[in-house]
C-alpha cells in the first residue's frame, strides 16, 4: 500500500510517499480503507518534532510511528475475531490520536476508537470532525456550560476548532466574536460570528468590551492579559497553541481560581467522546465542515506545508481514493 512516511523530524519535506506492508488488524482492532484525513496541529507538532516533550513521546532523535494522520474516515475491510460492534463495510470514522497511521491506504484502529458513519456525511466531511469537533464541544459545553445570554470570543476561530465552534455556540441565543487573519474573516462571518477581529489590526485584549467565556486555540499571550476582558465570573478554555502559554495556563489556573471567581483551564480531549452530538447536528443540518481542499496522498507534503503557514480555512483534508 501507499503511504506518506517521516523517517526524521524536519520539515514538510521529509514527508516521503512510500510502498509498505498492509497492515494486519489484532483480535480488537478493524482495518479501514482509508478515504479521507485531516491535519490536526498535532501532526504538525510531530513532525517537526517540538515540543521536546513529543520527541519524548515520539523517539528522542527519530520518530518511532512514520506515518501521521490521526483523524480518519473509512470503510472497515477486516476485523479482528473479538469486534463486536463492527462489520466489514461498514463505515466509520474517528481520532486514532496515540496510533496514528491516517496518511496511507489502509490503518488498523482499535474498536473504541471509531465510531458509525451516518449515510450522509461523506467521507471528507467525516474527517474534519474528530479533533476539531470534540475540542469545541469540550471547550463550551463542558468547560464553558454553554447556555444563552453568554457573550463569547474564539482566538483562532477561521481553523477547525473555530468553524465548528461557532455552529455549536449558535445553538444557543448567544453573541460570538472571532479573532483571526483578515483573509478569514468573511467567511466567519458566513458562518455566524456576530463580530470578528483582525488580529493583526486590533489586539481584543486591550479592547472594553468583555466576555463571559474565551476559547483560545493559540494561547499566545500571557494568561494575566486574557484575565482582562474576562467578566468577573467568566470561563477561559485554552484547546491548544503555544506550549508556554499553555504551561503558564496550568500554572496560574488554580492560583487565579483561589482569589477571583473567574476559571482559567486547559481543555484536555477526550477523543471521540462527543461525536454521537456531532452525528445529531450534522443530520439535523446544523452544523457542516469547512473544508480546505481536499488535497491528494501524493500532495500531503504540500498540504502539510499550507497548514503549517496557517493560511487555512476549516480544516485541510487530504482525499485518499475517490468516493
Not at 476582558?229 to 488554580?254: E, M
Not at 482559567?264 to 471521540?272: A, E
Request: charged content about 25%; glycine content about 8%; aromatic content about 8%.
Amino acid at each position: 500500500m501507499k503511504a506518506v512516511v517521516y523517517e526524521q523530524y524536519g520539515p514538510p519535506e521529509v514527508l516521503k510517499i512510500k510502498e509498505i506492508e498492509k497492515p494486519v488488524p489484532k483480535d480488537d482492532e478493524v482495518l479501514l480503507r482509508v478515504h479521507a484525513v485531516s491535519i490536526n496541529d498535532w501532526d504538525w507538532q510531530l513532525l517537526l518534532g517540538i515540543p521536546f516533550v513529543n520527541r519524548m513521546i515520539n523517539g528522542l532523535f527519530k520518530p518511532k510511528k512514520q506515518i501521521l494522520g490521526s483523524d480518519v474516515a473509512g470503510r472497515i475491510e477486516a476485523v479482528g475475531k473479538n469486534v463486536k460492534k463492527f462489520k466489514i463495510d461498514d463505515e466509520v470514522y474517528g481520532d486514532l490520536s496515540n496510533t496514528w497511521g491516517g496518511f496511507a491506504e489502509y490503518v488498523c484502529a482499535k474498536e473504541n476508537t471509531v465510531a458509525l458513519k451516518p449515510a450522509e456525511m461523506t467521507f471528507e466531511q467525516a474527517a474534519a470532525i474528530p479533533q476539531a469537533a470534540m475540542l469545541a464541544v469540550q471547550s463550551l459545553i463542558d468547560t464553558g456550560k454553554l447556555r444563552d445570554g453568554l457573550k463569547i470570543l474564539i482566538n483562532g476561530a477561521g481553523g477547525g476548532v473555530g468553524t465548528y465552534g461557532i455552529q455549536i455556540a449558535k445553538q444557543f441565543d448567544v453573541e460570538v466574536t472571532g479573532v483571526d487573519s483578515a483573509e478569514k474573516l468573511d467567511m466567519m462571518m458566513s458562518l455566524g460570528y456576530d463580530h470578528v477581529i483582525d488580529y493583526k489590526k486590533e489586539d481584543f485584549t486591550k479592547s472594553d468590551r468583555k466576555y463571559d467565556l474565551i476559547v483560545d486555540t493559540k494561547t499566545n499571550r500571557c494568561v494575566f492579559e486574557y484575565l482582562r476582558v474576562l467578566n468577573p465570573d467568566g470561563v477561559y478554555a485554552t484547546v491548544g497553541g503555544n506550549t508556554s502559554g499553555i504551561l503558564r495556563v496550568v500554572i496560574w489556573g488554580p492560583v487565579i481560581k483561589l482569589f477571583t471567581k473567574k476559571k482559567v483551564q486547559l481543555v484536555i480531549l477526550q477523543l471521540n467522546k462527543d461525536l454521537p452530538y456531532m452525528n445529531e447536528l450534522f443530520f439535523a443540518g446544523k452544523v457542516k465542515s469547512v473544508i480546505d481542499g481536499p488535497y491528494k496522498l501524493k500532495e500531503v507534503p504540500e498540504a502539510m506545508r499550507y497548514f503549517g503557514e496557517g493560511k487555512h480555512k476549516g480544516k485541510v483534508v487530504i482525499s485518499i481514493i475517490d468516493n
